[in-house]
């Protein structure tokens, strides 16, 4: 299990460098997965000892396994990189790799509640949300965007109506349903800053979760 003194923007270092894993495993389907450094620093803006270090805690969870560069011999920890651009050999461990990465999500949204500064900062204006230093940006002229925009006008736990939405877009609003758009929302609020579940739904009503601050 990760460790409670671990801040927020560490957790979010460690998610990120498991969503390069993941993504590698998923485009590459091999067996054995190799990353370099720069990459990481190229995609995520995470240094090469920070990713290192990461990588380190992911074999000690035994998430991942090490693979040897010169003889494929298992087990073998890299040695601390002298240079900052170097390649880590490893093959995963699916169960217990998915179960780190629930682990941290758990971890990141227990920081967020902890800080009591949970609710991210709207501007309408260029439609980036803002929390903790991260961005999102909620693209201006779309559905999402315009739930977040009503949303962050009403306060927490207000609920607004589909129609409320629908009046306000006067666009098609029919070929997406308001749940289908709160739950991708939640999603992308989630990976962004570790915030689950920041829309409720139910009804054809959506608000911003009392529960989640």
Known sequence: ?????????????????????????ILEGEH????????????KGIRSRD????MVKLA???????????????NIQPKVPNSPEYKVRFKINPARFDDYIKQIKQAR???VVQAHRWKPKFDSSTG????QGEVLNISKGTIEYQVIKTLFEKRPGERVSETDIEDSYR?????????YICRNLNKKIEDKFGIVKFCGYKRSHVWIDEESS
Not at 128 to 131: A, I, M, P, V
Not at 171 to 179: A, G, I, M, P, V
Request: charged share 30%; proline share 1%; net charge negative.
């Open 1 to 25: 299990m990760p460790s409670n003194e671990a801040s927020f923007d560490a957790y979010t270092k460690i998610f990120q460098v498991l969503e390069v894993v993941k993504e590698r495993q």
């Open 32 to 43: 054995i997965i190799e990353i370099s450094s720069d990459y990481v620093f190229e995609n």
């Open 51 to 54: 990713f290192y270090n990461i």
């Open 60 to 74: 000690e969870a035994c998430a991942i396994e090490w693979i040897s560069a010169d003889t494929d011999e298992t």
């Open 109 to 111: 949204s227990g920081h």
């Open 128 to 131: 980036n949300l803002k929390f």
């Open 171 to 179: 666009k098609d609003f029919k070929k997406r349903t308001l749940e």
